[in-house]
């Protein structure tokens, strides 16, 4: 487990470098402006379909059936499954492009007209990014089945290899639909890659009658997953438009911080997809033996983090963007959100236990659950709290989530997450005495940095993964 995540985590990690190079480019040639605040508005959508790909919504429900099939049959259900999934991408594209104008409306309700008509010109060229999306989650599921990892894990680097490079050479002369045709041109490099992987499994796209129920099978899995990321999107759409209502330059700030939160989640993400590839056919003893090292393992990557960005958030900040403003606002998001790290990493593994079995309807429930108290308070708490108010309600609403994942699959008493889960509060809360104790600079990243360091030789010299 531990050296599949290693690589798998490296081969990601660089793709969300490339992630975050975009939208630190984006912020340096636009700043927080209304240009900005309308491409993000216009991203949001293709974006969503992406992300919900990478975090395992395809590969949860049709990894399983794939391998549950003897080689000719995997073939014949690859094939089939291409045709579909291509025309279920263009016909939720066209979607996308012809009510462009009300999903920006929908999305955005603050921005003004200008911004609207350029939000919905990016949108109706970033529509056509989902059917690469969906043909690419499908490609990497004969890798991963294969433990091809690596390769399945460049997509976000593809995606993101276009846009970071238009952004780079034109710097503020950028347009958002030159950056909107660059993510395009991103979208179509990740399947084209994985092509040439394939040729000796015997994929014949053209076989679209190769397996008649494969597309049923898939639908019956991906239902309750489908349900649950759209609900996660919902949350995320929810706070994107509370974002548009609290002033211009919002959207992006809140965009900004979701993006470098997201860094260390890459190993996470590698997780998910190694936990659910070696959980398949355990036991019950077998697969409660790989959560605990998997949770163990989520901790020790995460905690450390966290107590990191919250020691070190303004002058992270002031070196990332030396010459935009907002930063005490940008900072104090940065390090409520790194709260949520610890508590959304278990969240992923517990789902995951459930899926290895086929059960995709106990973490839909959780989840929803979770969601709602999110929602409910995304309503009250950014009008008192601004942008922190966004991410309190989302620490409260994963752990919820979390304490009903562990209630519902019986699994309170069999994982240590009472001392874990009051480190994960605890140890953020006190790393926020370091800016009260330093000046900001480079007095106060190091000091954080190296708590960050002892904390995580600690946990892990406690915690041992690995074993």
Not at 245 to 272: C, D, H, Q, Y
Request: charged content about 10%; hydrophobic content about 55%; proline content about 5%.
């Amino acid at each position: 487990m531990f050296g599949s995540t290693l690589w798998l985590t490296l081969a990601t990690l660089i793709g969300l470098m490339a992630g975050f190079a975009r939208e630190w480019l984006l912020v340096d040639a636009w700043g927080a402006s209304l240009r900005s605040d309308a491409f993000l508005v216009a991203l949001f959508l293709p974006e969503a379909v992406r992300m919900a790909m990478a975090t395992g919504l395809f590969s949860s429900a049709a990894l399983p059936l794939y391998q549950e099939r003897n080689e000719d049959r995997r073939a014949a259900w690859l094939s089939a499954l291409t045709v579909r999934v291509l025309c279920t991408g263009v016909a939720m594209a066209g979607l996308f492009y012809l009510a462009a104008p009300l999903w920006v409306w929908l999305i955005g309700p603050g921005l003004s007209d200008a911004g609207r008509d350029l939000a919905t010109q990016s949108l109706q060229l970033l529509a056509w990014c989902v059917p690469g999306f969906l043909l690419h989650a499908l490609l990497c599921i004969p890798l991963q089945a294969n433990a091809r990892f690596v390769l399945a894990g460049l997509g976000s680097l593809l995606f993101n290899l276009p846009p970071v490079t238009y952004l780079a050479l034109q710097g503020g002369r950028a347009e958002p639909t030159g950056l909107a045709a660059s993510c395009l041109v991103g979208s179509l490099l990740m399947p084209l890659v994985l092509i040439p992987a394939l040729r000796g499994i015997g994929w014949q796209p053209w076989r679209a009658r190769a397996d008649e129920n494969c597309g049923r099978q898939l639908l019956s899995r991906l239902g309750p997953l489908l349900a649950s990321t759209m609900a996660s999107q919902g949350l995320a759409l929810l706070e994107r438009m509370i974002a548009s209502l609290l002033g211009e330059g919002a959207v992006t700030w809140l965009n900004f911080a979701r993006k470098l939160i997201n860094l260390p989640m890459v190993a996470l993400m590698s997780l998910n997809q190694v936990l659910l590839g070696m959980m398949g056919g355990k036991s019950e003893s077998e697969r409660l033996m790989l959560l605990r090292r998997g949770t163990a393992l989520a901790t020790l990557l995460t905690l450390p983090v966290a107590v990191g960005v919250v020691g070190a958030a303004a002058p992270l900040i002031e070196l990332l963007l030396p010459s935009q403003s907002s930063h005490g606002v940008l900072a104090a998001l940065l390090g409520w959100l790194g709260l949520t790290l610890l508590f959304a990493a278990w969240n992923a593994l517990l789902a995951r236990y459930a899926y290895s079995v086929g059960d995709t309807r106990t973490p839909l429930a959780c989840e929803l659950s979770g969601n709602a108290l999110n929602a409910g308070l995304l309503l009250t708490f950014p009008w008192w709290l601004g942008l922190k108010g966004i991410a309190l309600a989302a620490l409260l609403g994963v752990v919820l989530t979390g304490l009903l994942l562990m209630r519902k699959q019986q699994l309170l008493n069999s994982l240590e997450w009472r001392k874990q889960w009051i480190l994960a509060l605890s140890l953020p809360a006190l790393a926020s005495f370091i800016p009260q104790a330093l000046t900001h600079g480079w007095w106060q990243l190091g000091a954080a940095g190296l708590a960050g360091a002892s904390l995580f030789a600690v946990l892990a010299s406690l915690l041992k993964p690995w074993k």
